[in-house]
């Protein structure tokens, strides 16, 4: 059999079938965490794990898309944004 008699091509075949992962599961995600979801599983609108955590300003409850260390204030977004707006050297 000779290169010219082949029937089969050379190139990939793609199934145009292949089930997508649902894009709201945020465990499919390479930004969530590796242990799954935490107990709160509330994830914000780009599909981050969300942490509670309590304002170190004004002391409300918060979430944000990151898990806090411990060694450094986290703020809700309205001090957040206070703080921004007025900080030193601005």
């Given at each position: ?47 981050r ?11 409300n ?30």
């Open positions: 059999m000779t290169d010219g008699d082949k029937t089969t091509t050379d190139k990939p075949v793609v199934s145009a079938d292949k089930p997508k992962a649902p894009a709201a599961d945020p465990s499919a995600s390479p930004a969530a965490p590796a242990g799954g979801a935490d107990a709160s599983g509330s994830t914000d609108q780009y599909g794990q969300l942490h509670e955590v309590k304002c170190a300003s004004c002391g409850d918060a979430k944000v898309p990151f898990k806090p260390t411990g060694d450094r204030p986290v703020y809700c977004r309205d001090c957040y944004m206070q703080q921004r707006k007025g900080g030193p050297g601005r």
